[in-house]
């Protein structure tokens, strides 16, 4: 174990110090997201707060293009 990960265990960091993690996918069809927060486990676990999938309607983007604004926005 390392000495800042000991550190860590004897006096862990304030709450509002923990951040939480987001993860975001855009494909041409989709958009997929997840929300995670750490735990107070060992090892940096982090448990999943939210998550989902909002489909992006047909002509919107192509191969990483945006071809109409409006909808993608909505």
Not at 3 to 29: C, F, H, N, R
Not at 52 to 57: D, L, N, R
């Amino acid at each position: 174990m390392s000495v800042l990960a000991a550190l860590t265990k004897l006096v862990p960091p304030p709450q509002y110090l923990e951040m939480p993690g987001y993860g975001i996918d855009i494909s041409d069809t989709s958009l997929k997201y997840i929300r995670l927060e750490p735990t107070r486990r060992r090892g940096g676990a982090y448990s999943i707060l939210d998550w989902g999938e909002i489909s992006i309607p047909a002509g919107v983007l192509q191969q990483g293009q945006i071809l109409d604004v409006q909808p993608l926005v909505q």
